[in-house]
T-cell receptor
Framework: SQTIHQWPATLVQPVGSPLSLECTVE??????LYWYRQAAGRGLQLLFY??????ISSEVPQNLSASRPQDRQFILSSKKLLLSDSGFYLC???????????FGNGTRLTVT | DAKTTQPTSMDCAEGRAANLPCNHS???????VYWYRQIHSQGPQYIIH???NNETNEMASLIITEDRKSSTLILPHATLRDTAVYYC?????????????FGKGTKLSVIP
């Protein structure tokens, strides 16, 4: 089966601290990978997507960045968190043009 | 990707069919309609997708109008566990399909 691992499940970080969220995918090669953010009571906002190793496209300018060091690994980072970075961060994968997105269980980030 | 419009919320009695509408009047010929749902504090779950023919799987049925400008997701016998936010999105194939945008969805409440 194809599985998406995200960790940690919850995270509380102070303003100005760095961030690193990791997503790994099992059971598929060369997936398209995505990072979404969901603020409280709102829909999903696409942050980054990647079609291959080292290839990152950014959808929203902000203080976050993404990297894909390996085929099945997608990392979301920040050097200095802002209060507005709080939210539910979701990693997703897609294996082909017309295949659906499949999501991980997410990381709930609270910046204090 | 074409924009979708969904009602903010709906109620459905347990055991009855839940019919969730989605308008996508600007859909283009190669764009698929996808449905997802999100139960509180979890990642979205893929339900079903289609291009122009009606589709059915173990979770739901998808009815797409002949002009493809709207669709309806049908949960044939709603249970309390179907209470969730349901998202309808449209997406094409090829390079432009990497950008997948979710709106605010429909909050479905299944009532005992």
């Amino acid at each position: 089966s194809q599985t998406i691992h995200q960790w940690p499940a919850t995270l509380v970080q102070p303003v100005g601290s760095p961030l690193s969220l990791e997503c790994t995918v099992e059971g598929t090669s060369n997936p398209n990978l995505y990072w979404y953010r969901q603020a409280a009571g709102r829909g999903l906002q696409l942050l980054f997507y990647s079609v291959g190793i080292g290839q990152i496209s950014s959808e929203v300018p902000q203080n976050l960045s993404a990297s894909r060091p390996q085929d099945r690994q997608f990392i979301l980072s920040s050097k200095k968190l802002l209060l507005s970075d709080s939210g539910f961060y979701l990693c997703a994968r897609r294996t082909g043009d017309n295949s659906p997105l499949h999501f991980g269980n997410g990381t709930r980030l609270t910046v204090t | 990707d074409a924009k979708t419009t969904q009602p903010t919320s709906m109620d459905c009695a347990e055991g009855r069919a839940a019919n969730l509408p989605c308008n996508h009047s600007t859909i283009s010929g190669n764009e698929y309609v996808y449905w997802y749902r999100q139960i509180h504090s979890q990642g979205p779950q893929y339900i079903i997708h289609g291009l122009k023919n009606n589709e059915t799987n173990e979770m739901a049925s998808l009815i797409i109008t002949e002009d493809r400008k709207s669709s309806t997701l049908i949960l044939p016998h709603a249970t309390l566990r179907d209470t969730a936010v349901y998202y309808c999105i449209v997406r094409g194939s090829g390079a432009g399909s990497y950008q997948l945008t979710f709106g605010k969805g429909t909050k479905l409440s299944v009532i005992p």
